[in-house]
């Protein structure tokens, strides 16, 4: 039987390349993307949901498949107020979580960062650190959360200072051997890969997974 897929985060560089992979894959049938506006486009294969994310509840009853990718994420420059960035980094991955809990999905991925910790004095790791704790603790049985180092791609929009961070980091990646391979840039394509990899394998039983074993998983032949 075919599966069914939902994505959060679709417009975004990581669910955008996801959401091109799902959509040509045959295991499933049906993408379902909740998001605040329509992407124009798409096969028939998508159903587009349109509301406002930081009310999921509203989609409760749409709210069924077979997994859950969630890829939603802003910036402190795009989000410099901390309650709103808070309301998106955390409260959305969290109330998706418990959605899929509570309506049986058992698979859930979800996009973190790395230095990602709940217990950090620095309020961006810290929101990170919480949304994961708390989307472990909905018991989802097959929960794979990512943390990616900084993630090289082609954006639509235009982000001056990671760009130049991609620059300097590209510069120094020879640098990064052994231990600290897990702090060299990681492609969207890559992350997006390891996703639907996961998603598809029972073999993995980490939870965290960090960007060099990202870029492994990526790798991996799962047909």
Not at 154 to 167: H, S, V
Request: charged share 25%; proline share 3%.
């Amino acid at each position: 039987m075919k599966k069914t897929a939902i994505i959060l985060g679709a417009s975004g560089l990581t669910g955008g390349l996801l959401l091109k992979k799902l959509l040509i894959d045959d295991r499933y049938d049906t993408i379902k993307l909740f998001s605040r506006s329509r992407i124009e486009g798409l096969s028939s294969k998508a159903q587009q949901f349109i509301g406002n994310l930081l009310d999921l509840e509203q989609f409760r009853k749409e709210f069924t498949a077979d997994e859950v990718y969630c890829c939603i994420g802003t910036t402190a420059k795009k989000t410099p107020d901390k309650k709103r960035y808070k309301d998106i980094d955390y409260g959305i991955p969290v109330a998706a979580a418990k959605l899929a809990k509570e309506n049986g999905i058992p698979t859930y991925l979800v996009v973190s960062a790395m230095g990602a910790n709940k217990k950090s004095n620095v309020f961006y790791n810290r929101t990170k650190g919480e949304m994961e704790q708390d989307v472990v603790n909905q018991g989802i049985p097959h929960t794979s959360i990512l943390r990616p180092s900084l993630i090289g791609g082609e954006r639509d929009e235009q982000r001056t200072l990671e760009k130049i961070g991609l620059i300097v980091f590209k510069a120094i990646q020879p640098l990064f051997i052994g231990p600290l391979r897990k702090y060299r840039i990681i492609n969207a394509e890559s992350i997006a890969q390891a996703m639907l990899n996961l998603a598809n394998t029972t073999s993995n039983t980490d939870v965290i997974i960090t960007s060099n074993d990202i870029e492994q998983l990526a790798k991996r032949n799962l047909n």
